[in-house]
């Protein structure tokens, strides 16, 4: 998982990326590439 400053550009990169708020922590996950996995902070 990476660890980034902005999620917008990473969102981009593939189609099934969602951006998702948990705990007061932002993600980005793939259900279908699970290599595309980040968070914010």
């Known amino acids: 998982m990476k660890i980034v400053n902005s999620l917008k550009s990473l ?3 593939h189609r099934d990326n969602r951006v998702i708020r948990r705990r007061g922590r ?3 996950i793939n259900k279908t590439q699970g290599r595309f996995k980040a968070r914010q902070g």
Request: glycine share 16%.
């Open 11 to 13: 969102k981009g990169r």
């Open 26 to 28: 932002v993600y980005v």
